[in-house]
T-cell receptor, first 113, second 111 residues
């Protein structure tokens, strides 16, 4: 079983719909992250959380919100999806200490029509 | 100026050759440096970490770090077609809260 699990793996939806992407991990890591990846733009950080009560905005948080339900769960919501949010979304985790590598889930391919 | 810069490629090398991938960064206070491999449509996979100046070898992979010149490189010896992927350089800046990624270099190993 994957250490970092994202659901769903693929989603097609319409403009204006509310969407939730979920991430759960069995690595025991404290830190969790959400990224989106677009061709030519690389990975961009949306939100990150260092523990259940610590949530921070990343580079491109507008139009997104997150919830850290437990140490192992971190969900990303698009309140009213728009076509330019079509992208590949990744969840990642890292250990509590600074300078640790991040480990990625398999990703969610999201298409908004 | 971007935090982390990579040549987007594509870089093509023949099977068995050495592939050399380079990355420069802007934050002199950076402490931690990583290379990830990403196959098309898949997630980034950590292949190397390096924290101090010099070379670090792991199998066919060697990471090289030069903090004075602000670059980090990845050498892949005896390149195989299965090494064909995009390689992402990632660096924690000063404060080490956020990992900055380059846009990646696409490598193609020709049989």
């Amino acid at each position: 079983d994957a250490d970092v699990t994202q659901t769903p793996r693929n989603r097609i939806t319409k403009t204006g719909k509310r969407i939730m992407l979920e991430c759960s991990q069995t690595k025991g890591h404290d830190r969790m992250y959400w990224y989106r990846q677009d061709p030519g733009l690389g990975l961009r950080l949306i939100y990150y959380s260092f523990d259940v009560k610590d949530i921070n905005k990343g580079e491109i948080s507008d139009g997104y919100s997150v919830s850290r339900q437990a140490q192992a769960k971190f969900s990303l919501s698009l309140e009213s999806a728009i076509p330019n949010q079509t992208a590949l979304y990744f969840c990642a985790t890292s250990d509590r200490y600074s300078n640790q590598p991040q480990h990625f889930g398999d990703g969610t391919r999201l298409s908004i029509l | 100026q971007k935090e982390v810069e990579q040549n987007s490629g594509p870089l093509s090398v023949p099977e068995g050759a050495i592939a050399s991938l380079n990355c420069t960064y802007s934050d002199r206070g950076s402490q931690s440096f990583f290379w990830y491999r990403q196959y098309s449509g898949k997630s980034p996979e950590l292949i190397m970490s390096i924290y101090s100046n010099g070379d670090k070898e792991d199998g066919r992979f060697t990471a090289q770090l030069n903090k004075a010149s602000q670059y980090v490189s990845l050498l892949i010896r005896d390149s195989q077609p299965s090494d064909s992927a995009t390689y992402l350089c990632a660096i924690y800046g000063t404060g080490a809260n956020n990992l900055f990624f380059g846009t990646g270099t696409r490598l193609t190993v020709i049989p």
